[in-house]
């Protein structure tokens, strides 16, 4: 397991529970897994000698957050088994990369703009960006549970939020009114046969994930809605894809009700099989 925080601990004892044993990797000498784990590797994600020693530790390697660097997954995928894939983890990683490829998979997602730079952002005119106000100003990378994000309504309050952020790359996304969430799960085996599992509704409270309901709630004309992005996003493993549906707005050509958009993909373990309210 790459990372050793508390939903490596949750699939330390889980796994341990079903008679394996558990190799830990993470440079944190209290971390949470680690303290638990048969074996915890003391050295950074990145570490060669450290990450051949995982390798020959274990018959496969999984990771409990995205945030790993894809390269380490990918230099223990030529030897064992990993998943999710450097692939998966590369795209989840990165909003403005998780968003060009949902789009690819011909799924809508919200209206937004790629900040890159302050170069990029000085370039853009005031309609560019108020045409996606009040929106949020999210972190490409390094941003979860709400961290990296700053609600704005103003084209200078983008400005000013852009440089308290660094000036690091950002997507401006415009606010929309959220009328429910469902969450996909699909796990694929290594012989390419996947099995989605029953959608869920999400209730939130202040923007905390409060309930979960399976089956859904809404209308039952929705559930014919395809599950081809977390099918195309799967190699081998789970992932996780949250469709956030909105009341229909001015600027959606479409005649039902609600849309739906998907702000985020997720690669899953044991451990975290989903994660709501992270994108």
Same mark, same amino acid.
């Given at each position: 397991?790459?990372?050793?925080?508390?939903?490596?601990?949750?699939?330390?004892?889980?796994?341990?529970?079903?008679? %394996?044993?558990?190799?830990?990797?993470?440079?944190?000498?209290?971390?949470?897994?680690?303290?638990?784990?048969?074996?915890?590797?003391?050295? #950074?994600?990145?570490?060669?000698?450290?990450?051949?020693? $995982?390798?020959?530790?274990?018959? #496969?390697?999984?990771?409990?957050?995205?945030?790993?660097?894809?390269?380490?997954?990918?230099?223990?995928?030529?030897?064992?088994?990993? @998943?999710?894939?450097? /692939?998966? =983890?590369?795209?989840?990683?990165?909003?403005?990369?998780?968003?060009?490829?949902?789009?690819? &998979?011909?799924?809508?997602?919200?209206?937004? $703009?790629?900040?890159?730079?302050?170069?990029?952002?000085?370039?853009? @005119?005031?309609? #560019?960006?108020?045409?996606?106000?009040?929106?949020?100003?999210?972190?490409?990378?390094?941003? %979860?549970?709400?961290?990296?994000?700053?609600?704005?309504?103003?084209?200078?309050?983008?400005?000013?939020?852009?440089? @308290?952020?660094?000036? =690091?790359?950002?997507?401006?996304?415009?606010?929309?009114?959220?009328? %429910?969430?469902?969450?996909?799960?699909?796990? /694929?085996?290594?012989?390419? !046969?996947?099995?989605?599992?029953?959608?869920?509704?999400?209730?939130?409270?202040?923007?905390?994930?409060?309930?979960? =309901? =399976?089956?859904?709630?809404?209308?039952? !004309?929705?559930?014919?809605?395809?599950?081809?992005?977390?099918? !195309?996003?799967?190699?081998?493993?789970? &992932? #996780?894809?949250?469709?956030? &549906?909105?009341?229909?707005? /001015?600027?959606?050509?479409?005649?039902?009700?609600?849309?739906?958009?998907?702000?985020?993909?997720?690669?899953?373990?044991?451990?975290?099989?989903?994660? @709501?309210?992270?994108?």
């Amino acid at each position: 397991m790459l990372g050793g925080g508390q939903l490596g601990r949750m699939f330390c004892f889980a796994a341990q529970a079903l008679g %394996y044993r558990v190799a830990v990797l993470d440079p944190d000498e209290t971390s949470p897994a680690g303290a638990v784990a048969d074996r915890h590797i003391r050295a #950074a994600y990145t570490d060669e000698n450290a990450l051949i020693e $995982l390798a020959r530790l274990c018959a #496969a390697v999984s990771t409990e957050f995205e945030n790993v660097p894809a390269r380490s997954l990918d230099f223990l995928g030529r030897t064992i088994p990993v @998943s999710p894939s450097g /692939r998966c =983890v590369a795209i989840a990683q990165d909003r403005l990369a998780e968003k060009q490829f949902i789009r690819s &998979c011909g799924v809508p997602v919200a209206p937004h $703009l790629a900040l890159e730079s302050r170069e990029a952002l000085d370039v853009l @005119s005031d309609e #560019a960006l108020q045409a996606v106000l009040p929106g949020i100003l999210k972190t490409a990378r390094l941003g %979860y549970d709400g961290k990296g994000q700053i609600g704005v309504a103003t084209v200078a309050q983008v400005r000013e939020a852009h440089a @308290s952020l660094g000036h =690091v790359a950002c997507v401006l996304e415009k606010r929309l009114a959220l009328a %429910y969430e469902v969450s996909a799960l699909v796990a /694929r085996g290594a012989d390419g !046969r996947a099995q989605v599992y029953p959608l869920a509704q999400n209730s939130h409270v202040d923007g905390i994930l409060a309930q979960t =309901v =399976v089956p859904p709630l809404w209308p039952s !004309r929705r559930r014919a809605q395809r599950s081809r992005l977390p099918r !195309r996003s799967v190699t081998s493993g789970c &992932c #996780a894809s949250n469709f956030s &549906c909105f009341r229909m707005a /001015r600027w959606w050509p479409m005649k039902w009700r609600h849309v739906r958009i998907i702000p985020g993909i997720t690669p899953s373990t044991p451990a975290r099989p989903a994660s @709501s309210n992270s994108r």
